[in-house]
């Protein structure tokens, strides 16, 4: 009978310890996740990029507007004789916030660039954006326009709704990376080349978590500036899939 007992409190003993040890490892890592933390959204399932627009729509928390797949870009020369630089290639990014109960302020756009081909390749780089997205569920705006929330009543526009989309106007190819790529000329494929450009954006939600969403590319293609024409003397045109 004394063996029984001693084994029994030998296995509660056990059990009780590894209650603790598992008790531990879970508030640890409830503990690493909250705070500031950098939170990890690869899929966009808490933030989603939604990708890239060449309009505004009229109900950011309606239908998308449609699609932006490509753009082009000429790589003329720089100066005065040529009018200077370019300006940059703009695009409309579509975001959405997924959470339930937190705001999302968007900060910047990170841009990272791949020519296709080169042995060189542009630096990545950020620009400054702001925006604020509301909860994914949106609440009704009351008539003087202040949302059912502790934010102002302006962050919501005036839509019947505080909408949990934004949509940012942004620089796929900065001056800065454009005057890189005029730099590196002679060492870049021969035009007509691709770029594409891959972009995130990056925000703080309401606590205090930073997250940035999913990827998104869009692909550029780079030409020379200058239109030869066919030796049949008819006119050239260039196409970009939409």
């Known amino acids: 009978m004394r063996r029984k007992m001693i084994k029994f409190s030998r296995e509660k003993g056990f059990k009780g310890y590894a209650l603790k040890i598992v008790f531990t490892l879970v508030l640890s890592m409830f503990l690493f996740s909250c705070g500031g933390a950098g939170v990890n959204n690869d899929q966009g399932v808490i933030v989603t990029h939604l990708g ?3 309009d505004f729509p009229d109900d950011a ?4 507007p449609t699609g932006l ?3 082009s870009l000429q790589l003329g020369s720089a100066g005065p004789e040529a009018g200077g630089l370019v300006s940059p290639i703009f695009a409309i990014i579509g975001i ?4 339930a109960a937190e705001t999302f302020t968007v900060r910047r756009v990170h841009l990272r660039f791949e020519i296709v081909g080169s042995s ?3 630096p990545s780089t950020s620009t400054e954006v702001s925006a604020i997205l509301f909860p994914g569920e949106s609440k009704p705006i009351d008539p003087i326009g202040e949302p059912d929330s502790s934010l102002p009543g302006s962050l919501g526009g005036n839509s019947q709704f505080a ?6 106007s942004t620089p796929l190819v900065p001056s800065d990376i454009f005057e890189w790529m005029l730099f590196h000329k002679s060492q870049l494929p021969e035009t007509p ?10 925000g703080v939600t309401s606590a205090g978590d930073v997250i940035s969403t999913n990827e998104a590319a869009i692909f550029i293609e780079v030409t020379s500036g200058v239109v030869i024409p066919p030796s049949g003397g008819g ?3 260039t196409t970009t899939s939409g």
């Open 163 to 168: 909408c949990s989309r934004a949509f940012i």
């Open 120 to 122: 060189v390749q542009p």
């Open 235 to 237: 006119s050239s045109t």
């Open 61 to 64: 928390c309606g239908d998308l």
């Open 69 to 71: 797949a490509g753009a």
């Open 96 to 99: 959405q916030n997924n959470l």
């Open 193 to 202: 080349f691709t770029l594409i450009v891959t972009t995130s954006v990056e």
């Open 52 to 54: 890239y627009f060449a």
